[in-house]
């Protein structure tokens, strides 16, 4: 893989959350519940990827609900669409003029991804909230996969009012990705925000 997705969250969920002063309200208990609560994500993104002391940036843009449909749009130099409808994965390579369509199965919750396009009660099988930080405005949340065969290795989660500020996470690879969120939404979108345009010539792989 050329590239990794990214992303992961976790847990129960107790009181109501209040939203005039969330740093103060979120901890492990509830965490999951402001999540869940949240059925759709947009943001533009940076991402850092940091392994044997090489750094590697991409920007991109991400949308998805947790119905399991997302589109995630890498830029330059990676130029690929990542998407889904909840029941197919479609990754589409403009560099060498391809898609590939393969089913998405029960582990694809276990990655990056799967904080956002995933319901709650999966999350609260696959993920642990060890602990949530509050600093004023501040939030910051680590979880922990309760498999050991999970993708990710652990990932830390900040917020910074209610919206989310940015993800870092350590990959089975041992990599650790920063994705630092600007534009965060979490207003409803179409599902035909959803589908995936095909240019012409482009090769279709169904696996």
Request: net charge negative.
């Amino acid at each position: 893989m050329k590239k990794l997705f990214f992303f992961c969250f976790a847990l129960l969920c107790f009181n109501p959350i209040n939203a005039g002063n969330i740093a103060g309200n979120i901890n492990e208990s509830n965490f999951l519940e402001f999540l869940s609560d949240k059925n759709y994500f947009s943001a533009a993104f940076i991402q850092t990827t940091f392994k044997d002391n090489k750094e590697r940036k991409i920007q991109g843009e991400i949308k998805a609900n947790r119905r399991g449909m997302f589109k995630v749009v890498y830029q330059e130099p990676l130029n690929e669409i990542i998407s889904s409808n909840g029941y197919q994965l479609y990754r589409l390579d403009l560099e060498i003029e391809q898609l590939d369509v393969t089913e998405i199965d029960a582990t694809f919750s276990e990655s990056p991804i799967g904080i956002f396009s995933s319901n709650r009660e999966e999350l609260e099988d696959i993920f642990t909230v060890k602990e949530c930080l509050n600093d004023q405005e501040v939030v910051t949340c680590v979880l922990e996969p309760k498999s050991n065969e999970s993708f990710l290795k652990r990932a830390s989660i900040e917020l910074i009012e209610d919206k989310l500020s940015s993800l870092i996470y350590i990959d089975s690879f041992e990599q650790e990705i920063t994705l630092n969120f600007t534009l965060v939404s979490w207003d409803r979108i179409s599902d035909k925000v959803f589908m995936l345009e095909i240019p012409e010539g482009i090769d279709v792989v169904n696996h």
